[in-house]
Antibody, heavy 122, light 110 residues
Framework: QVHLVESGGGVVQPGRSLRLSCAAS????????MHWVRQAPGKGLEWVAL????????YYADSVKGRFTISRDNSKNTLSLQMNSLRAEDTAVYYC???????????????WGQGTLVTVSS | QSALTQPASVSGSPGQSITIPCTGT?????????VSWYQQHPGKAPKFLIY???KRPSGVSYRFSGSTSGNTASLTISGLQAEDEADYYC??????????FGGGTKLTVL
């Protein structure tokens, strides 16, 4: 069965960097687009970024554009999110999620990881 | 990328039906039949319920249904059960390969 496990969260000071990872298993990782979605404490969901199945196309929310970079290593079935210049408003649980389209997008999220908490605080 | 608009809370008694509206714009909900819905219990990851406005994946109860009209999508839950108490989020594809979520609706089963 599909399994997504995030890691790398923690407490970081404003302006510093952090890298999140998402280990995927139970499906052909190389054939699916992957997203990051975040949720600030007590708040709603916010889409963060998408990477295409082969890593050639990447898209970002305006709130993180220029600061965050999504990437993937298809040889290791791993999705990553490099977060630079972190701000207090980036504090959230970060989820990785799969788009269910095979080699093309279906435009929704069918499987989610359990999330990893990032806290940006001095 | 403004959030879609959902009521903060709705409530209903067991066995009743409730509907959660999700209002967007002509740049998202109104342009693409690509609204999805998610259920989230406290402390848990979201679970997807509906895709492409009204399609229900296998494994999701028939009690959950979706529809779209113009710039507004809706999720209806029939035959309310205690286990349905959760937060519900709509999401729409928007232009330029971005997605926008609603602010979420807390469902209370009385």
């Amino acid at each position: 069965q599909v399994h997504l496990v995030e890691s790398g969260g923690g407490v970081v000071q404003p302006g510093r960097s952090l890298r999140l990872s998402c280990a995927a298993s139970g499906f052909t990782f190389t054939s699916y687009g992957m997203h990051w979605v975040r949720q600030a404490p007590g708040k709603g969901l916010e889409w963060v970024a998408l990477i295409s199945y082969d890593g050639t196309n990447k898209y970002y929310a305006d709130s993180v554009k220029g600061r965050f970079t999504i990437s993937r290593d298809n040889s290791k079935n791993t999705l990553s999110l490099q977060m630079n210049s972190l701000r207090a408003e980036d504090t959230a649980v970060y989820y990785c999620a799969r788009d269910p389209g095979w080699l093309q997008l279906r435009y929704y999220f069918d499987y989610w990881g359990q999330g990893t908490l990032v806290t940006v605080s001095s | 990328q403004s959030a879609l608009t959902q009521p903060a809370s709705v409530s209903g008694s067991p066995g009743q039906s409730i509907t959660i509206p999700c209002t967007g714009t002509s740049s998202d909900v109104g342009s693409y039949n690509l609204v999805s819905w998610y259920q989230q219990h406290p402390g848990k990851a979201p679970k997807f319920l509906i895709y492409e406005g009204s399609k229900r994946p296998s494994g999701v109860s028939y009690r959950f249904s979706g529809s779209t009209s113009g710039n507004t999508a809706s999720l209806t839950i029939s035959g309310l059960q205690a286990e349905d108490e959760a937060d519900y989020y709509c999401c729409s594809y928007a232009r330029s390969s971005t997605w926008v979520f609603g602010g979420g609706t807390k469902l209370t089963v009385l």
